[in-house]
């Protein structure tokens, strides 16, 4: 194998609020281009940073994550566009499909596409080893919560949280919208009395207000995030006669 570059990621703000990234080897200065919905905004600041993007990583065929991938492939030749071996009538201009567990490189980056199914059937994330390492987990993981359960089950998407716990607690953590804030509403009002919860939306809610992203978190955050909702779970059915009569009246 190749010995492992050292990446960059380029958080990409596009359309209303999705987020699409740069991997950059910068050893070679060859790139990925992670769900680029916004093509020319995507190339500009490629080129800004002088790195030459030859491949797409799309994370599913949702209009903005992969609606860029044709106008791409135009303005790149030869582009490499890789997504889910399923969805190849789904994701345009696909040109490598991926299974799990399959890895390619970019340049001495080493990427690896893990199958989430749940928010699509074809849902990937990819994973990108390192000090710390980095998953681009498109809409299977957000900051404060975690995909629509769209075209799957709740099995599925804990069997998909399960593995991304899995990573090291550094892996950096990049998702595809920036919902932080809406999130954290949605958690204050199932836990009004967290302190923990008010602190992490006045920040994200400061974050918004200077346009800059809360992204990314880590899979160390998302675990103490997940032992906090992890309460939400416990029995709370009456468990004796007395109080099952007075829940039945």
Known sequence: PLPMGVARVEVVPVLM???AYILIDQ???EAAAVDPADPEKVVQVATRLGARITTVLTTHHHWDH???NKKLAEMIPNLRIYGWTGDSRRIPTLTHVLRDQD???VGQLHVTALHTPCHTTGDLCYSVPGTPGCLFSGDTLFVAGCGRFLEGEACEMHTNLRRIAAMGLET???CGHEYTVSNLRFAALVEPGSGAIREKL???QRKQ???EPTVPTTVEEKLEWAQRKQRFFEPTVPTTVEEK?????
């Open 17 to 19: 609020d999705n987020y």
């Open 202 to 204: 006045e920040w994200a």
């Open 66 to 68: 992969s609606g860029g």
């Open 245 to 249: 009569l007075e829940w039945a009246q």
């Open 209 to 211: 207000r200077f346009f």
């Open 172 to 174: 950096r953590i990049f």
């Open 27 to 29: 050893t070679t200065h």
């Open 103 to 105: 890895t390619i490189n």
